[in-house]
């Protein structure tokens, strides 16, 4: 879903008891933290279901309320330095958010019958680009853009040169498109597969399942030594 973070953050600060509010997302805009400042003229949870409805009524997101967190000030206020100090925390898990991987660039050209694609991924302010090059055989191309992305993703991070591409490809449910990414993990004398997916939105399928890539392998590609 592409959406515009800033204007959340405006549309649920309309909500009458909300002073402040600060979201922090995950590489997809997932929204992962909702950081509030109400006051207390209703209950905590009455504000959480609040900021749930307009969030859905106005943008159609499902917050899940675990992961907002209000905070509720007498008369609305906190001394001007104390209130900066509350955003700045969030804004500080925002900024360790910031040092995710994310897709930048997905591009694919083709000559005859091959095909060479390359994707761009970025952290923080380090871009990697990887590439792979195959046949123009239908089905392959998203094989090609997939092993692109783990191609990136082992310039930003070694541990990646375990990973290999065992499928790739994008599906429809309904009236929505997915990319889904099935990677096998080497971690001798084991395989692990791992499975992501990604909706696909403006940029287009084959940002998806770079997308699908990342969601595969974002979590587990830590535990990795």
């Known amino acids: 879903m592409d959406v515009d973070i800033a204007e959340i953050e405006r549309e649920l600060n309309r909500i009458p008891e909300v002073t402040a509010v600060r979201l922090v997302t ?6 992962v933290e909702v950081h509030v400042l109400a006051t207390p003229a209703k209950h905590p949870k009455q504000v959480v279901r609040d900021i749930q409805s307009v969030a859905k ?6 917050l899940d309320h675990r992961v907002i967190s209000v905070v509720q000030l007498d008369n609305g206020n906190l001394p001007e330095a104390m209130q900066a100090g509350v955003l700045a925390a969030a804004a500080g898990a925002a900024a360790v958010d910031d040092d995710r991987i994310t897709v930048s660039t997905v591009a694919t050209s083709r000559t005859g019958l091959r095909c060479t694609a390359k994707v761009g991924l970025r952290r923080s302010d380090i871009e990697e680009v990887g590439e792979a090059e ?3 055989a239908s089905g392959n191309i998203n094989i090609l853009i997939a092993r692109a992305t783990l191609d990136a993703l082992s310039r930003h991070d070694p541990r990646a040169g375990r990973l290999d591409v065992e499928a790739a490809a994008v599906q429809h449910l309904g009236n929505r498109s997915f990319a889904t990414a099935s990677i096998v993990l080497l971690n001798p004398p084991y395989e692990e597969v791992l499975l992501g997916s990604a909706p696909v939105r403006s940029a287009g399928l084959e940002d998806a399942v770079a997308r699908a890539v990342l969601d595969a392998t974002n979590r587990r ?3 990795v030594v």
Request: hydrophobic share 40%; aromatic share 16%.
């Open 26 to 31: 995950d590489q997809f805009d997932r929204p």
């Open 57 to 62: 009524v106005t943008f159609d997101m499902e």
């Open 134 to 136: 195959g046949t123009v």
């Open 221 to 223: 590609l830590s535990f």
